[in-house]
């Protein structure tokens, strides 16, 4: 299996994980279009991705037509995920012809073991989840750090995702919540998710740590070494300082015109 279909694998089984497990949920994958949708407004947990390269223009512009089709079906914004590695040169060309529009890149990356610290960790009050002021502590410093109306994310304070095989932490510095990270069983590996950090506390290594404490508290679960997880482009020099390495990239497209959803 190629890297880039290796990533798509773990993109496509970690959001079927995620949104699957909200109530209400419509999970398909027929015919190479994966489609996890949450039914939720956070469009986050409404994704949709092809399974497989399209190597040619012609391909893309046939399964973006059809991405759009089928998300009819999802009554919130979605957004749709494209392995940019395993596309043709000139796809970005396609999308206006579709009213859609790239607005985040994401990374595949993955770790077999963490690299040494380059400076001591601070120490937390760690809290796991469940335990519903956890959940939504996280769902709310993910809120925060992507800038984003707290009651989006709604879908996430909750315990429907933080089942016995997954591992969800805050850490609390004087009884506040600074910085958040989960693991979730997917293909074999631990993957990472929902990292975020409080804007005023950024900087001093919580992330890292909170990542660390989360990792070792899953290993046991999921019985795995390898590590993985789709970084954003802020988060990609955390990861590469911890021994991540990079195999491929995604964007996130979304409609310009919504309405053109429903043509």
């Known amino acids: ?72 079906s999802c009554p919130y914004a979605w957004l749709h995920a494209l392995c940019t590695d395993a596309l043709p040169a000139g796809w970005e060309e396609t999308l206006p012809a579709h009213s859609m529009t790239a607005i985040m890149n994401l990374t595949g990356m993955a770790a077999e073991q963490f690299l040494e610290p380059i400076r001591p960790l601070p120490s937390l009050d760690w809290r796991r989840v469940p335990a519903i002021k956890t959940a939504t502590d996280l769902a709310h410093l993910n809120a925060h750090a992507y800038g984003m109306p707290a009651e989006l994310f709604d879908a996430v304070c909750n315990l429907h995702i933080w089942q016995d095989d997954c591992v969800a932490m805050v850490g609390y510095l004087d009884d506040q919540p600074v910085t958040s990270a989960a693991a979730l069983p997917v293909a074999g590996t631990i993957y990472i998710a929902l990292v975020a950090s409080h804007a005023d506390h ?29 970084a954003s482009d802020a988060g990609r020099p955390l990861y590469a300082q911890m021994g991540f390495e990079a195999s491929t990239t995604f964007a996130l497209l979304t409609l310009v015109n919504p309405e053109a959803e429903a043509h």
């Open 202 to 230: 950024r900087g001093k290594g919580y992330a890292e740590a909170c990542i660390r404490e989360v990792v070792a508290a899953a290993k046991p679960i999921m019985s795995s070494e390898k590590i993985t997880l789709h």
């Open 1 to 72: 299996m190629s890297a880039h279909v290796e990533s798509i694998r773990y993109f496509i089984d970690a959001w079927k994980l995620m949104a699957g497990r909200l109530p209400g949920s419509t999970i398909t994958h027929e015919n190479g279009l994966a489609n996890c949708f949450g039914n939720t407004p956070l469009s986050f947990l409404n994704i949709s991705l092809f399974d497989h390269p399209l190597t040619d223009l012609a391909s893309l512009d046939q399964g973006l037509g059809r991405a759009i089709q089928e998300a009819v």
